[in-house]
């Protein structure tokens, strides 16, 4: 089955950089699109960037666009969240997810659908 493993996460101050990193397994990765959401306590989930199958479609919330970069190597298995200039209220629960298709696939909504989830790894900013 599918597996996605985040790491990386922290506690970090207001303006530092933090790499997340998610090793998937369980079918052919170079396939499927890939994302990553956060949860702040007391919030619902939401996106924060998606990345299609090539690498070469990238999607931002507008929360981080210019902040936030999603990238993958196929070779590695593994999709990567570099965040620069981090803020107090990017403080949250990060997921990575990946797709059933190789392009990233939107609902009514505009938030991207994904099938598969990893447990989440914490990011704490402080002020």
């Known amino acids: 089955q599918v597996q996605l493993v985040e790491s990386g996460g922290g506690l970090v101050q207001a303006g530092d950089s933090l790499r997340l990193s998610c090793a998937a397994s369980?079918?052919?990765?170079?396939?499927?699109?890939m994302g990553w959401f956060r949860q702040a306590p007391g919030r619902e989930r939401e996106f924060v960037t998606a990345?299609?199958?090539?690498?070469?479609?990238?999607y931002y919330a507008n929360s981080v666009k210019g902040r936030i970069t999603i990238s993958r190597d196929n070779a590695k298995n593994t999709v990567y969240l570099q965040m620069n200039s981090l803020r107090p209220e990017d403080t949250a629960v990060y997921y990575c997810?990946?797709?059933?298709?190789?392009?990233?696939?939107?609902?009514?909504?505009?938030?991207?659908?994904?099938?598969?989830w990893g447990q989440g790894t914490q990011v704490t900013v402080s002020s």
């Open positions: 990345i299609d199958y090539s690498g070469r479609n990238t």
């Open positions: 997810a990946q797709g059933n298709l190789g392009r990233v696939d939107f609902d009514s909504a505009q938030r991207p659908i994904m099938a598969y």
């Open positions: 369980g079918r052919t990765f170079r396939l499927y699109a």
